[in-house]
């Protein structure tokens, strides 16, 4: 029997998740909740959902649908209160990214989970990617496990409108999450410490700071550096990034885009080693995007299984964030274990 979900927020995302929720044989969209209700009962029409439950009130649409489990993508403001609402409703959450808006706010709502015993998990959309996994695995099969050097840098000139555009440090919460948890994801090393400046070129269409550099002391010894900015025209990277790893056998790239591939050390002889090029093998059956962690989320629904995103897991990667912005504030390192 397909699962009842209750979906929240009818943004821009909201709408993408409900065309994802609907499209998912395993789940029936039951309702959608809009602190503006005409945006909810619009966005349900769209999607021809005429017995959907739609209006602005969470708490009476979770009593009155009784979902399986809660979407929340609503604006990261209010994470923490749609997220603790439902969860004390005894209903699982699948939430968009970032975390909430504070590490206060995230502690609190892995507090919440606890409490009730409800699996919460952040759908870190970025992370379901074949091309991400096959990068992963190629550095895990032939770069040698620990990695020493990580680097990654992301420049994409984007004008968004809307609240990206008004909100404090709107590249590394908003956007360097993705970043940062995948370093985490690629490496298997969690952060110790950081030292980060944010900063806005005098030209940037942004009001907080929308450009960074960190650099990230992580478990093992890895130092992982992020180079990033929202308002870099032309010659843009992909959203994933361009990224370089370094093992103890060799260095492998991705440019976020294409296939990656590695230079494996042969023979340590001579000035420089003799390597050889690998490249790598990616999934054709791999399901990404939102798609890919809603099927994560239901599969730990119906096992118990812990899934990529967990928020005790999750909440690292948001750790990595505010740690940056604490830094870039205070002009100190900032120690994150
Ligand atoms: N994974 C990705 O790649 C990706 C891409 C875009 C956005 N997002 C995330 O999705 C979330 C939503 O982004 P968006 O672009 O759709 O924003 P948006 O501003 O277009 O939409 C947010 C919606 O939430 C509603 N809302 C705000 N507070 C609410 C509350 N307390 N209760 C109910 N509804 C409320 C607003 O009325 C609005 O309709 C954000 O967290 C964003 O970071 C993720």
Redesign the pocket.
Known sequence: MAMKALL?????????WGRNLVENEDVELVGW????AA?AAEAAEQLRLSSAFTG?D?SKAIAEVKPDFVVD???????R??TVTALKAGAPVLG???MAASMEQAREMVAASEASGKLYMV????RYDARLHAYRQLIADRIGGSLGILNSDFYIGAHFG??RDEMPSPLVL?MAI?TFDAARYLSGADPIAVYCEEFNPSWSWYKGDASATAIFEMTGGLRYTYRGSWCSEGAGTSWEGDWRAVGPHGTAVWDGEHAPSADVVLEAAGFHSKTEKVSSEIAPDYIG??AGSLRDFIHALKTGETPMGECHDNIKSLQMVFGAMESARTGQRVRLD
């Open positions: 929240v927020g009818a943004g821009g995302m909201g709408r993408a909740v809009d602190i503006n945006a602005d969470l993508v609503t604006i990261p403001e209010a994470h209160d749609v968009e990214k970032p759908s870190q959309s970025r809307g609240f908003d993705h995007g939102i």
